[in-house]
């Protein structure tokens, strides 16, 4: 079993910061990619940020020189880091890591508000 944790969520002010952190744990062989994604009320999940196998990284234009990915394999953990955040960034935010098996799991999401 994999299981994922997100945390760091919480409610923030327009142009400020936020880090999420994702952990994993279980049987964890070999990953393939560890990605970010959100979900707005009403909307369509869609993927924020990812990190492949080799430590390639990419962002949703949406997010591009706000928010950096990062990756620590000691702690198996995936931070996002959100600077100059915008209340359109108000979403859940889910860790979504794949194994080169192809197996996919989910965290349980974290609630991100960025309001004044």
């Known amino acids: 079993q994999v299981q994922l944790v997100e945390s760091g969520g919480g409610l923030v002010q327009p142009g400020g910061s936020l880090r999420l952190s994702c952990a994993a744990s279980g049987s964890i062989s070999s990953r393939r990619s560890t990605a970010w994604y959100r979900q707005a009320p009403g909307k369509q999940r869609e993927l924020v940020a990812i990190i492949g196998y080799y430590d390639n990284i990419d962002y949703a234009d949406f997010v591009k020189g706000r928010f950096i990915l990062s990756r620590d394999n000691a702690k198996n953990t995936v931070d996002l880091q959100m600077n100059s955040m915008l209340p359109e960034d108000t979403a859940v935010y889910y860790c979504?890591?794949?194994?080169?098996?192809?197996?996919?799991?989910w965290g349980q999401g974290t609630q991100v508000t960025v309001s004044s």
């Open positions: 979504r890591l794949q194994l080169a098996s192809g197996g996919i799991y």
